[in-house]
């Protein structure tokens, strides 16, 4: 039976595990048995149900038509097999995932689910559980999960491939299994905000301050005011930011909390998103809570021919004065995530500069569909800035243009090499673990598992599916 390697898309995330804690708890009263031994570690039959659950559930949620079957079960297993494999093996080389580190990655993970629920306690009623309980209960778990992954990248990390053996790769594929790859271009952009006007901008600042007088001389309540005046999304909490990592949080408001004493409150504080007050509540190490009043200024109230007016006028410096794209971009893009690469737009997901036309968000696959020739550029555009919603302008460069064609190693080395190394780095990790499933004991204690009905193992609005004899 072919073995379907499961956990590199079995790294759960915190969410998903809460999610079936009530199912898990079911689960655990029905008759239960050990299915593998792992030293001393223990795998029961339920824990294998409960994973493969969890996987389907994932599917189902990212519109994936997989079904339970007997492989995907013994998948499962193995692939925990593996885990418990490699905390051994982590144990040997003394692997170790600090508390920090731990309560870093929960913090995140919790964070996105409150803003997800709307605030801790909203949270907390659809998970039935305190926060303080959600982090006792799976930051073992959490651990555990994080140190197989660092086992993992670090037997990886090692593993390289010559071009030799990318073109060996390649020329083993049969002509007839080759693939499409679809048309594809490089493009980089300037970006230009439009700066508020100034009648704007001194009515939000004085809100700002009158609200911080308000609470600073007149000793008005701070969530009270928040609710009522914040624009930013926490404004129902009561402007409430739960504890997070100082890091998480843009420059101007993390250096302005970190200044204060718990209870104290700041000044008011300017950052992309507008204006702040802010009430520094405690502080955890590099983490704080934060309470904050965010005050914006009217986007409808910008100078936008500013912004026109001066990519029409770097546009020009680059067609009729041989001026540098890129210098340009190095120079006056207000795009952070290019301007450093001299306004390079890159996959997010591969790194790569080389983009699918059809992958590319919609503002910018409408300047990119006029762009004939290699070196044009577009007229100024309005786009919708990622980091911080706000509205600001661009000129796109259109720096090359590959058609759909068959893949060949020419023109799509990169991608052929990437998919080379993934399939060798899966050989070498295969390898390692048969390897060390030899010299540390596994004791499998179940054949591969016959068909039977549990109504247990049910994905939402799924026919009860077969886990194996009781």
């Known amino acids: 039976m072919t073995h379907i390697n499961l956990k590199s898309l079995l790294i759960l995330t915190l969410l998903c595990l809460?999610?079936?804690?009530?199912?898990?708890?079911?689960?655990?009263?029905?008759?239960?048995?050990?299915?593998?031994?792992?030293?001393?570690?223990?795998?029961?039959?339920?824990?294998?149900?409960?994973?493969?659950?969890?996987?389907?559930?994932?599917?189902?949620?990212?519109?994936?038509?997989?079904?339970?079957?007997?492989?995907?079960?013994?998948?499962?297993?193995?692939?925990?097999?593996?885990?418990?494999?490699?905390?051994?093996?982590?144990?040997?080389?003394?692997?170790?995932?600090?508390?920090?580190?731990?309560?870093?990655?929960?913090?995140?993970?919790?964070?996105?689910?409150?803003?997800?629920?709307?605030?801790?306690?909203?949270?907390?009623?659809a998970l039935g559980n305190s926060i303080v309980q959600i982090r006792a209960d799976y930051?073992?778990?959490?651990?555990?999960?994080?140190?197989?992954?660092?086992?993992?990248?670090?037997?990886?990390?090692?593993?390289?491939?010559?071009?030799?053996?990318v073109r060996s790769f390649f020329n083993d594929i049969p002509e007839s299994q080759l693939p499409t790859i679809p048309e594809q271009v490089e493009l980089s952009q300037i970006v230009v905000t439009p700066p508020e006007l100034e009648d704007a901008r001194n009515e939000a600042l004085r809100l700002a301050e009158a609200l911080r007088d308000s609470i600073v001389v007149h000793g008005k309540d701070f969530e009270e005011l928040a609710r009522k005046y914040s624009d930013g999304p926490s404004a129902s909490r009561g402007g409430l930011l739960p504890m997070m990592p100082l890091g998480d949080l843009v420059a101007n408001y993390s250096a302005a909390a970190s200044a204060l004493e718990p209870g104290e409150i700041s000044q008011v504080v300017r950052t992309d998103f507008g204006y702040h007050v802010i009430r520094l509540n405690k502080r955890q190490g590099d983490n704080i809570e934060t309470n904050h009043i965010l005050i914006e200024i009217d986007e409808e109230s910008v100078d936008e021919d500013f912004a026109i007016n001066k990519l029409e006028a770097l546009k020009d410096s680059v067609i009729n004065h041989g001026a540098s794209f890129r210098e340009l971009a190095r120079k006056h893009s207000e795009d952070e995530s290019t301007s450093a690469m001299g306004g390079r737009i890159m996959n997010m997901q591969t790194g790569e500069r080389k983009m699918a036309l059809s992958d590319l968000e919609p503002s910018l696959y409408r300047i990119a569909l006029l762009l004939d020739e290699p070196g044009e550029i577009s007229d100024p555009r309005p786009f919708t800035m990622p980091q911080t919603q706000k509205r600001a302008y661009r000129i796109v460069r259109l720096d090359a243009h590959y058609p759909e064609h068959v893949a060949n190693l020419e023109d799509d080395y990169a991608r052929i090499r990437e998919i080379a190394l993934q399939r060798k780095r899966m050989r070498v990790m295969n390898k390692w673990l048969e390897d060390l499933r030899e010299k540390i004991y596994v004791d499998i204690r179940v054949d591969i598992p016959e068909s039977a009905d549990d109504e247990n193992l049910m994905a939402p609005n799924q026919e009860s599916v077969p886990v194996g004899e009781e």
Do not use: C, H
Not at 50 to 76: C, G, H, K, P
Not at 112 to 120: P, V
């Open 18 to 125: 809460i999610g079936t804690a009530s199912a898990l708890s079911q689960q655990k009263q029905v008759a239960d048995k050990i299915v593998a031994v792992v030293n001393d570690r223990i795998i029961l039959k339920s824990d294998v149900d409960t994973e493969v659950r969890q996987y389907l559930q994932q599917a189902q949620a990212s519109n994936q038509q997989i079904t339970f079957s007997e492989d995907l079960w013994y998948s499962a297993l193995q692939s925990m097999i593996d885990s418990n494999v490699m905390l051994e093996q982590a144990e040997i080389d003394s692997v170790i995932v600090s508390d920090e580190m731990v309560n870093r990655a929960m913090d995140s993970r919790i964070n996105q689910m409150i803003q997800q629920a709307g605030s801790e306690e909203a949270l907390e009623r």
């Open 139 to 165: 930051r073992d778990q959490f651990r555990e999960q994080m140190t197989t992954q660092q086992v993992q990248e670090q037997k990886m990390s090692s593993v390289e491939i010559t071009r030799p053996e």
